[in-house]
């Protein structure tokens, strides 16, 4: 793993490292989780869109475009 060297205040530190002990883990397994997180929501996010221009390819309206009332119909 690599170090890294973050700043911050350090009243919320501390308080950080409370919270985490209090739920017997530290802050830096804190923080590595959230990191990972942080990384897959965005993997997430990306593929959503990559499956969705797959499926603009083969979704097809025939070039109509239907007025309010059209598409409002029960």
């Known amino acids: 793993m690599k170090n890294i060297t973050l700043s911050a205040d350090e009243h919320l530190i501390e308080a950080a490292r409370q919270r985490a002990a209090s739920e017997h883990t530290t802050l830096n397994a ?37 007025s309010r009332d059209e598409m409002n119909e029960r």
């Open 30 to 66: 804190k923080f590595r989780e959230w990191l990972e997180d942080y990384v897959q929501r965005q993997q997430q996010a990306d593929e959503a869109m990559a499956f969705i221009r797959e499926l603009r390819k083969h979704v097809r309206t025939g070039g109509r475009k239907f």
